[in-house]
C-alpha cells in the first residue's frame, strides 16, 4: 500500500518562503497524478497544485505565481515551494497521490494522503 510522508511546514512571516516535501513509500506514484491540498480551520479541503506524469501542471488561482510543484521521479517525491506566502496561506497542507494520469484537476478523487503538514503565516 501506498504511504506518503509530508514534511516541511512551519511558522514564517509574510513573505517569506517553505519547501514541502511528500516521499512515497509502497508502490511508486510518480507515474499518476500528484498534488497538494490544504485545509485551514473551519474551512473545506481546497486543492493547492497537481503535476501529472510528464510534468503538466494546474495551481490554484490565488497561489498562481508564487507556489511552485515538482517531483523527482528517482526519489518518488513530491515537493511544494512556496514564496510570498500571505496569512491566507495558513493552513495544514496535505500531499496526495492518485490512481489516475492526464488531468489532474479531479479533485475529489485522489486515493492516498499523507499526514498533514502545518503552514503558519504571520502578518
Known amino acids: 500500500q501506498v504511504q506518503l510522508a509530508d514534511t516541511g511546514g512551519g511558522s514564517v512571516q509574510a513573505g517569506g518562503s517553505l519547501r514541502l516535501s511528500c516521499a512515497a513509500s509502497g508502490y511508486t506514484y510518480i507515474r499518476f497524478c500528484m498534488g497538494w491540498f490544504r485545509q485551514a480551520p473551519g474551512k473545506e479541503r481546497e486543492g493547492v497544485a497537481v503535476?501529472?506524469?510528464?510534468?503538466?501542471?494546474d495551481y490554484l488561482d490565488s497561489v498562481k505565481g508564487r507556489f511552485t510543484i515538482s517531483k523527482d521521479n528517482a526519489k518518488n517525491t513530491l515537493y511544494l515551494q512556496m514564496n510570498s506566502l500571505k496569512p491566507e496561506d495558513t493552513a495544514m497542507y496535505y500531499c496526495a497521490a492518485a490512481r489516475f494520469d492526464g488531468d489532474c484537476q479531479r479533485w475529489n478523487e485522489y486515493k492516498y494522503w499523507g499526514q498533514g503538514t502545518q503552514v503558519t503565516v504571520s502578518s
Open positions: 503535476i501529472n506524469s510528464i510534468g503538466i501542471t
